[in-house]
């Protein structure tokens, strides 16, 4: 059963730490974004990529969020320094159309 | 811009009633539209999906939307609910250069 999968399911940091979650799209999916949940703003698109390419990148704060895909199989989000306003649930999805979502990764910045 | 509204941020039904979700979208071509449901500590899951051809939609758990591009709207229904669709939904338009931007959710509460 093909899936998107996401590491780590959770994460506890202090503030000032670097944080780099994971994502693994379908084997074949050509575009794979990262979106951040909160109870505030609910689901905010952060980036996403086409073909390893990036599109669009204006959803994330440059100054301490980046995003790549080094290979087909392999999507990364990085948050350096991280701080407490970053804690929310960060989803990685994938797909040639609709989208097929990961569980979330869970970070919490203390 | 593009943008998705859902006027209801929460609903709630009585078990075996009929449910209708509101969803409007902004944006100027024809839009690719999708439904999705999150359950707590899930990821979201795809009910149904509009790409083109006939506006009345089924999906999944017995979910059908509707396409209404003279309203801007995708509203979601359901004629009867269990209390297993008390959920999340959140409704999402596809636009240009592939991107896929969600509404704000709306909660659904179902009382036995």
């Known amino acids: 059963d093909a899936r998107v999968t996401q590491t780590p399911r959770h994460k506890v940091t202090e503030m000032g730490q670097e944080v780099t979650m994971r994502c693994q799209p379908i084997?074949?999916?050509?575009?794979v974004f990262w979106y951040r949940q909160t109870m505030m703003q609910g689901l905010e698109l952060l980036a996403y990529?086409?073909?390893?390419?990036?599109?669009?990148d204006s959803g994330m704060p440059k100054d301490r969020f980046s995003a790549e895909m080094p290979d087909a199989t392999l999507a990364t989000l990085k948050i350096q320094p991280s701080e407490p306003r970053d804690s929310a649930v960060y989803f990685c999805?994938?797909?040639?159309?609709?989208?097929?979502f990961g569980e979330g990764s869970r970070l919490t910045v203390l | 811009a593009q943008s998705v509204t859902q006027p209801d941020i929460h609903i709630t039904v009585s078990e075996g009633a009929s449910l209708e979700l509101r969803c409007n979208y902004s944006?100027?071509?024809?839009?690719?539209l999708f439904w999705y449901v999150q359950s707590p500590g899930q990821g979201l899951q795809l009910l149904l999906k509009y790409f083109s051809g006939d506006t009345l939609v089924q999906g999944i758990k017995g979910f059908e939307a509707e396409f209404k591009r003279s309203q801007s709207s995708f509203n979601l229904r359901k004629p009867s609910v269990h209390w297993s669709d008390a959920a999340e939904y959140f409704c999402a338009v596809k636009t240009s250069y592939d991107k896929v931007i969600f509404g704000p959710g709306t909660s659904l509460s179902v009382i036995p």
């Open positions: 084997l074949g999916h050509n575009t």
């Open positions: 990529f086409r073909n390893r390419a990036p599109l669009d």
């Open positions: 944006y100027g071509a024809t839009p690719y």
């Open positions: 999805a994938s797909g040639p159309g609709e989208l097929f």
